[in-house]
């Protein structure tokens, strides 16, 4: 068969297990009902809050908003898989899940970067910080992330396009992604692994590429950082081993749903600001609901 000819895709999911499915179903209903409540509050508070009206929080709303958008393209499909049984997904519903989940993960390679920059900026030349980073520079960053993550992805999304499927529909994973379309293909091509693995060593370089006492003093950014790239890493020196699919699906789903949840409270546990402004709209909001 041919992509021609396909017209649907079969997601094997996690499991077949039906009393794992259900704490499946849980597990990711909680995470990613806590990660787009989490992420929202402080796409709201930078909005409504003057004292967060500056370039780390302007990265910050959007670096939320890409973790939403992230998740979104992904576990609400699965958690319908799961609560009906249906496995099914169709071809270009398919496309459209790896294009939204692979632009969202990439521009936020470099929007990880672009904070790190403002970081070192705010950190190591605080006397020049608000001319470095204007309003304007801010806004050119996040346009050339999203250009940026555009032009990583478009070139295997055109390869993917003309994949030819000779094998099996059947996908073994829980989301439509690209190795497991690769093993189900005929067609002699290679993807973007070596591109998406190059594009996380430039990235990481750049992000890491800057003095050690700035570090020092943003240990939130960091830890997303590492778990960001850590599991990317994994999954990427990793992509082809037939024993380690089930590995790779796991780590998959933590990237997918974990880090989107945990990454609100690692960027504002330690943040009085953010933690002054939520309080400020807890207020306000009892003041109107007292009217």
């Keep these: 068969m041919k992509n021609g000819t396909v017209t649907t895709f079969i997601l094997l999911g996690l499991t077949d297990d039906p009393e794992l499915q259900v704490l499946m179903f849980i597990f990711l209903l909680l995470t990613y009902m806590l990660s787009v409540t989490g992420n929202l509050t402080i796409i709201t508070l930078t909005f409504v809050d003057s004292h967060l009206k500056t370039p780390m929080y302007f990265f910050l709303k959007n670096f939320s908003f890409l973790e939403i958008s992230f998740t979104s393209a992904c576990i609400p499909r699965y958690l319908y898989s799961i609560a009906t049984g249906d496995k099914v997904i169709t071809y270009n519903a398919c496309i459209i899940e790896v294009f939204f989940t692979y632009l969202c993960a990439v521009t936020e390679f470099f929007l990880l970067a672009a904070m790190s920059y403002d970081r070192y900026v705010a950190i190591c030349k605080p006397l020049h ?124 789903l933590l990237i997918s749903s974990v880090s989107p949840t945990m990454n609100p409270f690692i960027y504002t546990l330690r943040n009085n600001q953010v933690k002054n402004a939520f309080k400020v709209l807890l207020k306000r909001l009892a003041l109107i609901s007292s009217k």
């Design 129 to 252: 910080y608000v001319t470095i980073m204007s309003s304007r520079v801010c806004w050119v960053l996040i346009v050339c992330c999203w250009l940026s993550g555009l032009s990583v992805i478009i070139p295997p999304l055109i390869l993917v396009l003309k994949l030819e499927f000779c094998d099996s529909n059947i996908l073994d994973h829980f989301l439509c992604d690209e190795f497991p379309l690769v093993k189900t293909t005929c067609s002699d091509v290679v993807l973007g692994t070596v591109n998406i693995w190059d594009l996380l060593t430039l990235n990481m370089t750049l992000t890491t590429a800057f003095p050690s006492h700035a570090f020092s003093t943003c240990s939130s950014h960091m830890v997303v950082v590492s778990i960001t790239y850590g599991t990317c890493i994994f999954i990427y020196m990793n992509p082809a081993a037939k024993e380690e699919v089930t590995v790779n699906k796991v780590v998959t």
